[in-house]
């Protein structure tokens, strides 16, 4: 598929003599005079083609494969041993797995990595899609405000944790004096379970969300204007044309940034260690948090494979939606129906 | 994730002139459509709110001494402003770790680009079949998370004696980055015209030259894409250095910003100082290749 759509010549005109034909037949039904199309891709089968061979591909793919795909097959190898970090690992069955399955933490993980999930694109997704489609609007001052919207995303994860942690202090950050005016009952947020997942949620938005922006404002800017205008001649409001319009024409970019959040969400990890650090208790304690307590806290490295692996399975199942879904498998169709 | 801006917003839709007689008196009778959108403004407001607030309140606490901020707060603007936080940020090593982390940036990038640009090559132009297994693997390969893999890395990079240098980043770290840019760059590389390809076979040039003649200068905003991509993954990395390093010597800068939220602890203008610091380089950017830098946004999101 993806050969055929990159080299639409190369279907016809493997062989010299058949593409010759081909040319000639070519060049005689559209009548055009030289044919200079048909001609050189005749000329295309000769004997320098200037096409690489498959070697060009193997330097990437075999770096690729050792530190990226030869790491997903270990992380399944490494559940079945016991591996403290120094000397080999030891296989040791599934016994990581059973106790995976007993462990109430591994529970409550996992039911927080999807609420998470669910919340973070529950959030995001109409709060971006709405910024975006505003942002693509011609005028300057969208313009500009678009730009400031833009500057969380130069913050790496790592600072956005720091700054917000700064923010929340229930001692010094702005919430000691705001909260009171705001008549929130605790101003340590952090500290309680509830408005520390909640913190989370927020500050993945307020990361995250610049980020989706982007998204829908290309999206939107690719809807042609004619839609609009026609929609305007029926009598169409701005709702309408957004109801029946804008969102249609926008759902490959729905399906885009959505995977992308949902993927992002699962992974979660820096904001969690600085932020919360797991806790209240393990309250904020995510499935990729978790990987890591166990795996680099108590050092126990073959139970957090197993964990690891997990998380492995369920990215790889939502990798495979996302090629069949978006269509990168054939590149173009994010723009079919524009 | 391959998604682009157009160049330039599209003018807004000429409504009234070019259209037809009947239609400019359909439209006047409906102005409707000409009123602004207060409504998307005021969201848009309250969002600049969300957004400049904390990031006033950031420089506005980093220009502060330290006694001032858990006196009087962040929020009210300093009577007194100084750059001493920014000192003590250098002070404590700081310069030493935007090195480091320049260092991982250019070996990143450098990798990153050189095996994109070739394999993409191969996918877009190669003639055998195995190369659209190729790219499905780093379709594939897209969805992997770091953190998912990231024991079996540590036991690589442990059994191959890189522990703890600066080598033990950049190979990870470059190769999660690769699937991202090579799609990216085998999108830009289908739209170099069959025509070209053909005009430089006529010439009898064999693959090495179309790829350094042809492929990488007509990809080149794609390239720089990646590169904008790669360094992003590079510069604002934190599992890998996490995981893979230790000594004080080898830190990035998100893992010395780590390390100073513990050091500092009473100190928040001197640890947000340091935040700031580590922005700079990637604000340049920001404010002289905006276009490029959107574009490798685009493709982060996933990781």
């Known amino acids: 598929m993806t050969g055929g759509t990159g080299n639409p010549v190369t279907a016809g005109t493997a062989p010299i003599g058949p593409s010759a034909v081909g040319a000639a037949t070519r060049g005689s039904a559209t009548g055009t005079p030289g044919g200079s199309r048909g001609g050189s ?64 933490l591994m529970r409550q993980a996992i039911w927080l990595s999807l609420l998470l999930t669910v919340l973070t694109w529950a959030v995001q997704t109409p709060i971006s899609l709405l910024l975006g489609v505003w942002a693509a609007g011609p005028q300057r001052s969208r313009a500009v405000l678009s730009a400031i919207f833009f500057l969380p995303l130069l913050l790496s994860s790592a600072a956005v944790a720091i700054i917000w942690r700064a923010l929340l202090d229930p001692n010094f950050g702005p919430l000691a004096w705001l909260g009171p005016v705001l008549g929130l009952r605790s101003v340590n947020l952090l500290g309680g379970s509830t408005s520390a997942f909640l913190v989370i949620v927020f500050v993945s938005a307020w990361q995250f969300i610049p980020l ?40 490959h970019t729905i399906t885009t940034s959505s995977v992308l959040m949902v993927v992002g969400a699962l992974t979660y990890f820096e904001t969690v260690l600085i932020l919360t650090g797991g806790g209240p208790g393990t309250d904020t304690t995510i499935v990729p948090f978790l990987m890591y307590r166990a795996g680099f806290r108590s050092w126990e490295l073959g139970y957090a494979s197993a964990v690891a692996f997990t998380l492995v399975v369920v990215a790889t199942l939502i990798a495979l939606l996302m090629v069949r879904f978006t269509g990168f498998g054939s590149m173009r169709s994010t723009r079919e129906g524009l | 994730m391959t998604v682009r801006l157009p160049e330039k917003a599209p003018a807004p839709p000429a409504r009234r002139r070019t259209a037809g007689a009947s239609r400019v008196r359909l439209l006047n009778v409906r102005p409707g459509r000409r009123r602004p959108n207060v409504l998307g403004g005021l969201g848009a407001l309250l969002w600049l709110a969300i957004v400049a ?9 980093t220009v502060q001494p330290a006694e001032d901020y858990t006196a009087s707060g962040p929020l009210t603007p300093p009577t007194d402003p100084t750059l001493y936080n920014y000192w003590l ?72 004696g ?44 064999g693959s090495v030259r179309t790829f350094l003649q042809l492929v990488v200068p007509m990809s080149r905003s794609g390239l720089s894409t990646i590169a904008v991509y790669a360094a992003l993954q590079a510069w604002n990395g934190f599992l890998f250095p996490l995981i893979l390093t230790q000594s004080p010597d080898k830190r990035l800068i998100t893992m010395g910003l780590f390390e100073f939220q513990g050091e500092y602890r009473v100190n928040v203008p001197g640890l947000l100082a340091a935040v700031v610091l580590s922005t700079v380089p990637l604000f340049l950017v920001y404010l002289f290749a905006r276009r490029s830098l959107v574009r490798g946004m685009m493709g982060m999101g996933g990781k």
Do not use: K
């Open chain 2, 53 to 61: 607030l904390p990031l006033y309140a950031l420089l506005v606490a």
């Open chain 1, 212 to 251: 989706h922006m982007l998204l829908y404002q290309g999206g939107a800017r690719q809807i042609p204007a004619s839609l609009y205008q026609a929609a305007e001649i029926d009598g169409a409001g701005r709702l309408r044309s957004f109801w029946h319009i804008t969102l249609p024409q926008l759902r």
């Open chain 1, 41 to 104: 891709s005749a000329r295309a089968a000769g004997p320098r083609t200037g096409r690489p061979g498959a070697v060009w591909a193997v330097p990437g793919l075999l770096y690729f494969g050792i530190f990226a795909a030869l790491p997903m097959v270990l992380v399944a190898y490494l559940s079945l041993t016991s591996w403290g970090g120094l000397g080999t690992p030891e296989f040791i069955g599934l016994e990581n797995w059973t106790r995976l399955a007993g462990d109430p």
């Open chain 2, 162 to 205: 890189l522990y703890d240098t600066l080598t033990a980043i950049v190979l990870p770290t470059a190769a999660f980055a690769l699937p991202v840019c090579v799609l990216i760059l085998v999108g830009s590389m289908r739209d170099i015209s069959e025509e070209l390809y053909e005009a430089m076979a006529l010439d009898g040039a």
């Open chain 2, 89 to 160: 940020a250098v002070e404590n090593g700081l310069l030493g770790f935007v090195l480091n982390t320049a260092v991982v940036t250019a070996a990143v990038v450098a990798i990153v680009v050189t095996l994109a640009a070739m394999t993409g090559f191969a996918i877009v132009r190669s003639r055998t079949r195995w190369t659209t297994g190729v790219f499905r693997m780093f379709l594939l390969g897209l969805a992997i998370p770091s953190q998912a893999v990231i024991v079996p890395v540590y036991l690589i990079i442990v059994e191959l």
